[in-house]
């Protein structure tokens, strides 16, 4: 079984090959990825119509390159599969669109997939994660807690109020000048600060329900940065440091709460399963890794390149619902907005 895999619903364009091995993991036999973060790196942050152009110039060109790396050809594929969403809705059309044409000239299946069910399922691919487990999905524009306990079968624990994680490590990156994406950019500033020289809230400690705010904090570092203005580069390490250091003890606390509450509504998760762009950071992998081992769960984080926006995690959703039968007719709408 291979199916192809398409992404464009953020400022990542990208194609995918996957296949199924024996023990009912993922073979990824490709998966090409083409970056707009240069032509949005000057507004500092994505521009929702300069990401739909830039998907159409290379969406064709990536889709080739995705199935030359595999070695196969349309023929060799059983399925294709692309995001209908949720995301920026002219980037979701190129996707999309792109795959229901292929799915039509080759005579293929075609399976409209939830950008953050792949997400969700990328942990079955890389480690064959059984149900149910807890997920925290994490990204720029998603911070979510949920119970998957089947494909397409998924309990939201918890979400945020405000921010996202990803979209709190973006905007303070920006309010201390740092460039886009911010999160990776904050995490190497912090790499050489103090986490202790600002005293920042952890917001909602100690809550029973499992849910995330992150605007209060992002709050509390501009206002340290404005009381210490201007800034010197220690500034800027020491406010990435306290500030990564506080997000660290948000997530470790709520991700403790929902686990309480997996076990409440889904019984004993299997593993704690971490993904979406923000599972990059090292500090908080290793803050998840101390709870994990605690509640006496394997945490399963997959290797940062599948935890950031990619094609075989697109591919990957698809050939799970393909196995169920599940696949949609191409009049498969485009949508802005699809919780779980
Ligand atoms: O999943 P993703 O690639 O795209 C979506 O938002 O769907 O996630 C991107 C987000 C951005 O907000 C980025 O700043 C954040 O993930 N991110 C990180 C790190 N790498 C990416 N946040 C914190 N630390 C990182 N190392
Ligand atoms: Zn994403």
Same mark, same amino acid.
């Given at each position: 079984? /291979?199916?192809?895999?398409?992404?464009?619903?953020?400022?990542?364009?990208?194609?995918?090959?996957?296949?199924?091995?024996?023990?009912? *993991? %993922?073979?990824?036999?490709?998966?090409?990825?083409?970056?707009?973060?240069?032509?949005?790196?000057?507004?500092?942050?994505?521009?929702?119509?300069?990401?739909?152009?830039?998907?159409?110039?290379?969406?064709? /060109?990536?889709?080739?390159?995705?199935?030359?790396?595999?070695?196969?050809? +349309?023929?060799?594929?059983? !399925?294709?599969?692309?995001?209908?969403?949720?995301?920026?809705?002219? %980037?979701?059309?190129?996707?999309?669109?792109?795959?229901?044409?292929? #799915?039509?000239?080759?005579?293929?299946?075609?399976?409209?997939?939830?950008?953050?069910?792949?997400?969700?399922?990328?942990?079955?691919?890389?480690?064959?994660?059984?149900?149910?487990?807890?997920?925290?999905?994490? @990204?720029?524009?998603?911070?979510?807690?949920?119970?998957?306990?089947? $494909?397409?079968?998924?309990?939201?624990?918890?979400?945020?109020?405000?921010?996202?994680?990803?979209?709190?490590?973006?905007?303070?990156?920006?309010?201390?000048? +740092?460039?886009? =994406?911010?999160? &990776?950019?904050?995490?190497?500033?912090?790499?050489?600060?103090? &986490?202790?020289?600002? #005293?920042? &809230?952890?917001?909602?400690?100690? /809550?029973?329900?499992?849910?995330?705010?992150? @605007?209060?904090?992002?709050?509390?570092?501009?206002?340290?940065?404005?009381?210490?203005? &201007?800034? @010197?580069?220690?500034?800027?390490?020491?406010?990435?440091?306290?500030?990564?250091?506080?997000?660290?003890? $948000?997530? !470790?606390?709520?991700? *403790?709460? %929902?686990? *309480?509450?997996?076990?409440?509504?889904? %019984?004993?998760?299997?593993?704690?399963?971490?993904?979406?762009?923000?599972?990059?950071?090292?500090?908080?992998?290793?803050?998840?890794?101390?709870?994990?081992?605690?509640?006496?769960?394997?945490?399963?984080? =997959?290797?940062?390149?599948?935890?950031?926006?990619?094609?075989?995690?697109? !591919?990957? #959703?698809? +050939?799970?619902?393909?196995?169920?039968?599940?696949?949609?007719?191409?009049?498969?709408?485009?949508?802005? /907005?699809?919780?779980?």
């Amino acid at each position: 079984m /291979r199916v192809l895999g398409i992404e464009t619903t953020c400022d990542e364009t990208a194609a995918a090959v996957v296949g199924l091995a024996g023990d009912g *993991r %993922g073979v990824i036999l490709s998966n090409e990825i083409l970056s707009q973060i240069t032509e949005h790196a000057a507004y500092g942050g994505v521009v929702p119509e300069i990401a739909a152009r830039a998907h159409v110039e290379v969406i064709d /060109r990536l889709v080739a390159r995705a199935l030359k790396a595999a070695d196969v050809t +349309l023929k060799d594929i059983d !399925a294709v599969a692309a995001a209908a969403g949720p995301g920026l809705i002219g %980037g979701v059309i190129v996707g999309l669109t792109t795959g229901k044409a292929l #799915a039509l000239v080759s005579g293929k299946p075609f399976i409209a997939v939830n950008h953050l069910e792949a997400h969700a399922l990328t942990a079955r691919m890389t480690d064959g994660v059984a149900f149910p487990y807890l997920l925290l999905l994490a @990204s720029g524009g998603h911070t979510q807690l949920l119970a998957v306990r089947g $494909v397409g079968d998924y309990v939201r624990l918890g979400t945020t109020i405000d921010d996202a994680i990803g979209e709190a490590f973006d905007k303070t990156a920006k309010m201390l000048g +740092l460039p886009y =994406p911010g999160g &990776p950019e904050v995490e190497r500033q912090a790499l050489h600060g103090d &986490p202790a020289r600002f #005293a920042l &809230p952890r917001p909602l400690a100690g /809550r029973p329900d499992p849910d995330f705010s992150l @605007s209060g904090l992002k709050t509390a570092v501009r206002i340290e940065a404005e009381r210490i203005a &201007p800034l @010197s580069a220690r500034d800027v390490a020491d406010l990435c440091a306290s500030f990564q250091a506080a997000v660290v003890d $948000v997530v !470790a606390d709520r991700v *403790r709460m %929902g686990l *309480r509450a997996f076990r409440q509504k889904a %019984g004993h998760p299997t593993a704690l399963v971490v993904a979406g762009g923000v599972a990059a950071n090292q500090a908080i992998r290793r803050g998840l890794t101390r709870l994990a081992s605690e509640a006496g769960l394997p945490l399963v984080t =997959p290797p940062p390149a599948l935890c950031t926006d990619n094609g075989a995690m697109i !591919a990957w #959703a698809g +050939l799970e619902r393909l196995r169920l039968g599940l696949t949609d007719d191409l009049t498969a709408p485009a949508r802005a /907005r699809w919780p779980l």
